[in-house]
């Protein structure tokens, strides 16, 4: 178990100690009363009550271990991957300034991994357009983008969510989906404005989205990067 795995489980343990502390101080009066009476029942009652807070402790900690070892959700993901780093301790303390760093980025990555819990490979770009109607729902006017590009490996369209950052710029949540080439290149580019209805029938009326609904996506891509 690496060292910063280690502290998580006994931090664990320690948790779930004060949440059964009633059963703690129960069984230590009771072996106290017990043994200054004299009566063996108390402290065997005493003593049970110790026993089952200490095992239902462990069995908390072994059940949120369990959990993070198999949990698929991108945030335990990503926390996984640095508890298990040769330096643990160093990778979780820069996960941790990573996301103490500015509150954007935080809005930023918690949006990407709501994305990640919708999206996979082999949606289609509707899909996509789905997932972020979603996710602005309670917004009244976020910041969107839509995007088309043509290159030589093939066709990419981009739906992407602005979160302002500490310094004046942004720090960008872009979903890409990307397709084989077509006979014509398409480039596109739509901005929301104040209307997030009209920006996505928009997206839906775009020669870039005419085109995915008539071809397979080849590749997923979800993403948070800043822009300055």
Do not use: W
Not at 43 to 62: E, K, M, N, Y
Not at 179 to 193: A, F, N, Q
């Amino acid at each position: 178990m690496k060292h910063f795995k280690l502290l998580v489980a006994l931090s664990g343990f320690f948790s779930a100690l004060i949440r059964f502390g009633i059963f703690i101080i129960l069984g230590i009066i009771l072996i106290v009363i017990g043994l200054a009476a004299r009566v063996q029942m108390c402290v065997a009652i005493g003593g049970a009550f110790i026993v089952f807070a200490l095992l239902a402790s462990l069995i908390d900690v072994i059940r949120m271990m369990h959990a993070y070892n198999t949990s698929e959700h991108p945030a335990l993901a990503e926390i996984r991957k640095a508890m298990n780093a040769a330096d643990s301790e160093a990778e979780m303390d820069k996960l941790m300034a990573q996301y103490g760093s500015d509150p954007g980025l935080v809005e930023a990555r918690s949006a990407r991994f709501y994305l990640q819990e919708l999206l996979h490979e082999g949606c289609s770009f509707e899909d996509v357009i789905k997932a972020y109607e979603s996710l602005v729902q309670s917004e009244e006017t976020p910041s969107l983008e839509y995007s088309c590009v043509t290159d030589e490996e093939g066709v990419m369209l981009f739906l992407t969510k602005s979160f302002d950052d500490r310094n004046g710029e942004f720090f960008q949540l872009r979903t890409c989906l990307s397709y084989d080439k077509p006979d014509r290149d398409i480039t596109e580019l739509k901005l929301s404005g104040e209307d997030k209805e009209k920006f996505f029938e928009a997206v839906r009326s775009s020669k870039g989205y005419k085109y995915s609904c008539e071809n397979e996506g080849r590749e997923l891509k979800i993403f948070v990067e800043p822009t300055g």
